[in-house]
């Protein structure tokens, strides 16, 4: 079947650091690849996507490339805000089988001043 | 666009009183989905329409749990009666058909049972 898997959280660190969030799958077909942000009380936000291999998302300073080699889209900012603080999801959707999106576990981010 | 509508943002209610959560979609999406997050099961697929029919309910916990769509416009949960274990944060979201649109989430309703 299809799954999503991430990095255990929480990822806590300092104004300005570098961020990276793994998030690896596992599709039985062609997937697009998403990232969703959850602020606090709030419904999840589509914060970027890719539908293709080596494809780069790009949102608000984040980042993620589809590879397919290593069935990989981790999550990158160069300097991070303490608003940046939320819990973040990967997810999957196989392309031409239905519109089901398959979710991480969510990792939570806590920036520190 | 107003984006997914929810309502009420928040509810409390006593164990036993039946409960509705009701949900507008974004016009134009065909498809519409029910999640319930908690902290300890995180996010949870409850059921799932497209074009205004249930494709996919098999996350729905028990009986109790009910979902309709009579129109493109209105969708709605209803947890008859509620239990204290259903205490968590109900999220709606909708999408085009498509595989690379993604959803479009609802601010949610934070229901508590009493």
């Known amino acids: 079947g299809n799954s999503v898997t991430q990095m255990e959280g929480p990822v806590t660190l300092s104004e300005e650091a570098f961020l990276t969030i793994n998030c690896t799958y596992t599709a039985t077909g062609y997937p697009s690849l998403f990232w969703y942000v959850q602020y606090p009380g709030e419904g999840l936000q589509l914060l970027l996507k890719?539908?293709?291999?080596?494809d780069k998302g790009s949102n608000k300073g984040f980042e993620a490339t589809y590879r397919k080699e290593t069935t990989s889209f981790h999550l990158e900012k160069g300097s991070v805000q303490v608003s940046d603080s939320a819990v973040y999801f990967c997810a999957l959707m196989i392309n031409n089988a239905g519109n089901m999106l398959t979710f991480g576990g969510g990792t939570r981010l806590m920036v520190k001043p | 666009d107003a984006g997914v509508i929810q309502s009420p943002r928040h509810e409390v209610t006593e164990m036993g009183q039946e409960v509705t959560l009701r949900c507008k979609p974004i016009s134009g999406h065909n498809s519409l989905f029910w999640y319930r997050q908690t902290m300890m099961r995180g996010l949870e697929l409850l059921i799932y329409f497209n074009n205004n029919v249930p494709i996919d309910d098999s996350g729905m916990p028990e009986d109790r749990f009910s979902a309709k769509m009579p129109n493109a416009s209105f969708s709605t949960l209803k947890i008859q009666p509620s239990e204290p274990r259903d205490s968590a944060v109900y999220f709606c979201a909708s999408n085009p058909t498509g595989p690379s649109y993604g959803y479009t989430f609802g601010s949610g309703t934070r229901l508590t049972v009493v």
């Open positions: 890719a539908t293709k291999a080596d």
